[in-house]
C-alpha cells in the first residue's frame, strides 16, 4: 500500500511540473484612448490561418486579464471585441510580456438581425446549456434534455452527475427545494418551462466558505423562463391486457421566495416510484453531520436477483406515492423547508428459474465436478414508507445555521416459494421488517470576527426495528446440526435499537488563501442486537435450546481532534484533513456471559487537490486512508438463519482498514462541444476476518467467520468522451471502464484468490437536426472474465434505439428497439423489445393524447447470464406481456 501511495505522490508531482514548465501566461490591460480601463472586453486567442479560438476570457472591472496557454504555439493572433470598440488584433511572439492595449472607440450601427442562442456558453466557473438548443419536441420531462447534454450522465435511479462527480445540490432559481430528493422535479417539470441549465463547476454550498474551502463537486441549477411559474404536468392513462393503470399529477410553484412541489403517482406498469424518494447528496465538510442508519432489513428471504434490464419490462407492480414540498424564504435570509410522502408498494415475483453452478471442489461430495442446482423462485413484496422532514437555514456571508429534524416509518413485508432442483422440493418463506428512525442534526457557524468563527455541530439519532423470518420444510433444509432436525418449521426473530450521537466543536480562522481548523468531536453509539431462533411443534413456536440465541451490546466512543488545511486560489485548491481519533469499542455478550473490548488510536488522513490549468484542463486527485473496528451484523457469535442460510460470526472486535486513491482529468471546450474526463482509482481493504462458506448441493450455505487476515483490491479506470456537433444538431458519447478486482476466498474448505477483470464499452448518438426526425441509439459491450480455477467468461451486448417521426405540426410516431445478447463459454441467449408510441398534440392547450404499444412481439421470458465472485448464474425470468395504454398527458 505505501508503494502505491509513493507512486501516486511522485506521479503527481511529475505531472504537476510538467504542466508547468510547458504552460504560457498570458497578462494583460484594455483600456481606452483616455487610459480608462474597459470592463467586459473579450479577449481571444485564435489561429492566424484559420481565425479558430483556442482560448478566451473577458476583462474585469480594472481592465485586466489572464489566461494560460498549456503549451506555446506559433502563428497566434491576440483578438479583443467589444460592442463600442474597433476590433483589436495583435500577433504574439513568445514569451509574452505584460500587455498594455489600448482600443479606439467606434460607433457600431446594429442592422436587423435574427440572434440564435449558443447552445453551450461559460462564464467564470458557470456552465450553461440553452434547453431549446438540445429538446426535442416529444421531450415531455427535464430528464429526457439532461440524458442528452454533453458532459452530463444520468443514472437508472435519476442521480444526475457532471464530468463523471455527482452533484452536490439541485437549485430551481438558487433554492434548493428537494434536499437531495431531485428526481422528483426532474421527472415531472417540462422542458417547455426551462430556459437555461446551469452548472456551477467546485460549487460551494456554504456562502460563508465560498471561495475559501473547495468541495470538488458541481451543482445544477434550473433557470426557468418566467419568475414566477405556476406550472404542472398531468397523465391519466389505463389499458390492458391485464388492466393497467399509469396515473401522475405533479403541480408546481416557482417563486423567488417560495416553492412548491406536491405530486401524487400511482401505476400498474412497472415503474418503481420508491427511487424517487431517495436523498442523493453527500456529506460535506463544516455541514450537518450526515448519518444514514440502513433503512433495508437485515433478514431476507432467499430469492433470484431481477433481472438486468430496464425495470418495466419485468416488474409486476401496483405503486402508490404522495408527497409534498414546500419552502418558504423569508426576509431575514431564513428558509423553512418542509418535505413529506407516503410509499405504498407491492411487486410480485413470479416463476424466476436460476440454474447455478460453483466451479469449486467439494471434498464432502470426493469429486472434483462443480456445485450445481436449480432454484425457482416465486415472492410478493410489500413496502410502506412514511417520512416527514423539516429543514430550517440561514445562508449568508455573515454566518450559517442548519438544522433538520427527520422522522421515518418504513415497513417491508415478503412471502416466497422457493423449489430446488425438483416440485417435490418447496420451501415456503416470509418476512416481516418495520423500522422506525428519529433523528436531528444541527450545524452553525458562528463568526467572532470577518476571518474566525467558530463551528458547532451536533447529531442525534434513535433507530429501532423487529424483524421476523420463518421458514418451512426443514426437512428440505442443509442442516449440519441434528438439534434443528425435529422442528419441521423454523422461525427467526430479530430485534434491534440503537441510539447514535456525535458533537463536534471547531475553531476556524482564514489567513489569505488559506483557511485552518482545529475540531473536537466526540461520537457515542450504543446498540442492542438480540435474536432468537423458534422451533414449531405441535403448532406452537418454542426457543430452540443451543446456540441459537445472541443477545449483544455493542457500544463505541471515539474522540477525535481534526486538524484542517484548506487552500484555495484561482488554480489551485487543496483540503487536507488530519484526524487522530481515540476510539473505544465493547462488546457484551449476555448469552454466553463475556466481553470483549479493544481501544485503538487511529489516524486517517484525507488530501484532496484541485489544479485547474486552464479553461480546457483540470487535474484532481485526492487520497484517504481509514480505519474502522468492526461492525455489529459481524459479531455475533451463535447461529442466525436468514435468506436460508446459517451464519455464525467471530465475537473479537477487531479493526480493518482501507486505502483509496483516486487522479481525475476533466477537458472541456464549450465553444466546440468538447467534454471528457479520465479517472485512475485504486482501493485496498485490508481485513481481520475471512468468511468461510461451507456450500450444499441445494445452494444453501453456512457461513462462518474465522481470524485471518486478508486483502482485497479494485483498480478501476473510465473514459468518457463527449462532443456536440451544433451544425448537424447532433449529441455523441462514448465511454470505456476497465476495472479488476481481487479477494480471497473460502469455499468448502478450499482457498481461492478470485480475479475478476471486466471492460465495458459504451456509446451513444442523439440527432435532432429534422424537424420531422429524431433519432436517440445507444450500444453497449461488457466482457466479465474470473481468472480463477474455472476461468469463466460471458460477454453482453446491448443496443437500444428510438426513433421519432413527426410527419405532421401535430403528429408524432415514437418507435423503440431494445436488443440484448448473453454469451457464456459456447452458449447464447438474444432478447429483442419493440415498443410503438403514437401521440398527437394539441399544441395552445398543451395537451397530448397517446396510445402506447409494449412488447409487440409478446415474448414471455427474459434469458440472461451472471458471473460473480464463486458462481455462474444462469436466469429465465417470466416479462411483462404485450399491452397497450391510452393516456392523456397535459400541462398546466
Known amino acids: 500500500m505505501l508503494y502505491h501511495f509513493r507512486c501516486f505522490i511522485i506521479l503527481s508531482l511529475l505531472l504537476g511540473s510538467m504542466i508547468a514548465m510547458g504552460q504560457q501566461r498570458i497578462q494583460g490591460r484594455v483600456a481606452n484612448t483616455s487610459n480608462t480601463p474597459i470592463e467586459g472586453a473579450i479577449i481571444s486567442l485564435v489561429k492566424a490561418e484559420t481565425e479558430e479560438v483556442i482560448q478566451y476570457t473577458q476583462s474585469n472591472a480594472a481592465g485586466v486579464f489572464e489566461m494560460t496557454l498549456p503549451t506555446p504555439s506559433p502563428n497566434l493572433n491576440l483578438r479583443i471585441q467589444h460592442l463600442d470598440y474597433a476590433i483589436y488584433h495583435q500577433a504574439l511572439v513568445f514569451p509574452v510580456s505584460y500587455l498594455n492595449l489600448t482600443l479606439t472607440e467606434q460607433v457600431t450601427v446594429l442592422e436587423e438581425i435574427v440572434i440564435k442562442p449558443t447552445p453551450i456558453t461559460q462564464r467564470n466557473d458557470t456552465l450553461s446549456y440553452n434547453v431549446d438548443s438540445f429538446a426535442l419536441k416529444t421531450d415531455r420531462v427535464l430528464e429526457d434534455v439532461l440524458k442528452r447534454l454533453p458532459g452530463i450522465e444520468v443514472s437508472t435511479t435519476g442521480q444526475i452527475k457532471y464530468q463523471g462527480e455527482s452533484i452536490n445540490r439541485f437549485y430551481v432559481e438558487g433554492l434548493d427545494l428537494m434536499k437531495g430528493r431531485y428526481t422528483a422535479i426532474t421527472n415531472a417539470i417540462s422542458p417547455d418551462d426551462i430556459s437555461r441549465v446551469e452548472v456551477y463547476e467546485d460549487h460551494q454550498p456554504i456562502k460563508m466558505l465560498e471561495g475559501a474551502v473547495s468541495t470538488g463537486k458541481p451543482a445544477l441549477n434550473i433557470r426557468l423562463k418566467n419568475r414566477v411559474s405556476r ?59 450526515l448519518y444514514s442508519p440502513t433503512n433495508t432489513p437485515f433478514l431476507q428471504i432467499a430469492t433470484n436477483a431481477d433481472p438486468l434490464i430496464n425495470q418495466n419490462r419485468y416488474w409486476f407492480n401496483k405503486s402508490h406515492l404522495g408527497n409534498l414540498n414546500v419552502l418558504q424564504k423569508f426576509k431575514n435570509n431564513w428558509e423553512l423547508t418542509g418535505i413529506l410522502y407516503y410509499l405504498n408498494e407491492d411487486n410480485d415475483a413470479n416463476d424466476r428459474v436460476q440454474t447455478t453452478t460453483i466451479h469449486y471442489l467439494n471434498p464432502s461430495l470426493n469429486t472434483s465436478e462443480p456445485i450445481k442446482y436449480q432454484r425457482t423462485t416465486a415472492s410478493r413484496a410489500a413496502k410502506e414508507i412514511f417520512h416527514a422532514e423539516f429543514t430550517a437555514t440561514q445562508n449568508q456571508k455573515q454566518n450559517y445555521t442548519q438544522n433538520k429534524t427527520t422522522i421515518r416509518v418504513s415497513k417491508d413485508k415478503t412471502k416466497g416459494d422457493l423449489m430446488v432442483n425438483t416440485p417435490e422440493n418447496l420451501i415456503q418463506q416470509k418476512v416481516n421488517a418495520p423500522i422506525f428512525q428519529l433523528q436531528n442534526t444541527l450545524s452553525a457557524l458562528i463568526p467572532i470576527t470577518e476571518r474566525h468563527w467558530i463551528n458547532f455541530r451536533t447529531l442525534l439519532d434513535f433507530s429501532n426495528s423487529k424483524e421476523e423470518y420463518a421458514a418451512s420444510p426443514t426437512a428440505l433444509f442443509n442442516i449440519g446440526n441434528q438439534d434443528l432436525a425435529p422442528y419441521p ?42 435474536t432468537h431462533l423458534y422451533g414449531s411443534e405441535t403448532g406452537f413456536w418454542i426457543p430452540i435450546p443451543g446456540d441459537y440465541h445472541n443477545q449483544l451490546r455493542y457500544q463505541t466512543s471515539s474522540n477525535a481532534l481534526h486538524s484542517k488545511i484548506s487552500f484555495k486560489a484561482k488554480r489551485w485548491s487543496l483540503n487536507l484533513n488530519l484526524p487522530l481519533d481515540w476510539t473505544t469499542a465493547s462488546l457484551i455478550d449476555k448469552e454466553n456471559n463475556k466481553g470483549e473490548n479493544n481501544r485503538k488510536l487511529f489516524l486517517s488522513p484525507t488530501l484532496y487537490a484541485q489544479y485547474v490549468a486552464s479553461l480546457y484542463w483540470t487535474f484532481k486527485g485526492n487520497i484517504a486512508y481509514t480505519s474502522a473496528f468492526t461492525p455489529l451484523n459481524q459479531l455475533y457469535s451463535s447461529t442466525v438463519l436468514n435468506e436460508l442460510n446459517f451464519s455464525a460470526y467471530s465475537n473479537r472486535v477487531l479493526s480493518n482498514h482501507r486505502f483509496r486513491s483516486k487522479f481525475e482529468t476533466n477537458f472541456k471546450d464549450p465553444f466546440t462541444g468538447w467534454f471528457a474526463y479520465l479517472n485512475l482509482e485504486y482501493v485496498e481493504q485490508q481485513n481481520p476476518l475471512l468468511y468461510s462458506q461451507e456450500i450444499g448441493e441445494n445452494g444453501q450455505q453456512v457461513i462462518q467467520a474465522i481470524e485471518q487476515h486478508n486483502t482485497q483490491t479494485t483498480q478501476r479506470l473510465e473514459l468518457n468522451i463527449n462532443k456536440f456537433i451544433e451544425p448537424i444538431s447532433t449529441t455523441l458519447k462514448g465511454s470505456f471502464s476497465h476495472s479488476r478486482n481481487k479477494k480471497p476466498m473460502l469455499i468448502n474448505q478450499v482457498h481461492n484468490t478470485v480475479r475478476t477483470h471486466q471492460n465495458t464499452y459504451r456509446f451513444s448518438l442523439t440527432n435532432t437536426s429534422f424537424t420531422w426526425l429524431n433519432i436517440d441509439y445507444s450500444f453497449a459491450y461488457q466482457h466479465l472474465k474470473n481468472n480463477d480455477v474455472s476461468s469463466s467468461t460471458s460477454s453482453k451486448t446491448t443496443h437500444e434505439a428510438t426513433v421519432s417521426i413527426v410527419p405532421f405540426a401535430q403528429h408524432a410516431v415514437l418507435t423503440t428497439l431494445a436488443y440484448q445478447q448473453d454469451h457464456i463459454q459456447q452458449q447464447a441467449f438474444s432478447n429483442t423489445f419493440v415498443d410503438i408510441t403514437y401521440r398527437y398534440t394539441f399544441s395552445k392547450r398543451k395537451i397530448d393524447l397517446e396510445l402506447a404499444w409494449t412488447n409487440i412481439f409478446n415474448y414471455k421470458e427474459y434469458n440472461q447470464v451472471i458471473i460473480n465472485d464463486i458462481m455462474t448464474n444462469v436466469m429465465q425470468a417470466p416479462i411483462r406481456p404485450r399491452q397497450l395504454l391510452a393516456s392523456i398527458r397535459f400541462s398546466f
Not at 391519466?236 to 399509469?246: A, C, K, L, M, R
Not at 403517482?265 to 453531520?289: C, I, P, Q, R, V
Open 489 to 530: 418449521s423454523l422461525f427467526q426473530h430479530c430485534d434491534t435499537q440503537s441510539f447514535y450521537t456525535k458533537n463536534g466543536v471547531a475553531y476556524v480562522w482564514r489567513k489569505n488563501a488559506w483557511t485552518f481548523s482545529e475540531e473536537y468531536n466526540f461520537s457515542f453509539q450504543q446498540t442492542h442486537f438480540n
Open 231 to 289: 406550472a404542472g404536468t398531468a397523465k391519466i392513462g389505463e389499458g390492458f391486457s391485464p388492466f393497467i393503470w399509469d396515473i401522475r399529477l405533479s403541480p408546481m410553484l416557482f417563486s423567488r421566495n417560495f416553492q412548491a412541489l406536491g405530486s401524487y403517482e400511482t401505476n400498474n406498469t412497472g415503474s418503481t416510484l420508491a427511487t424517487k424518494m431517495n436523498n442523493l447528496y453527500s456529506f460535506e465538510e463544516y455541514n450537518t453531520f
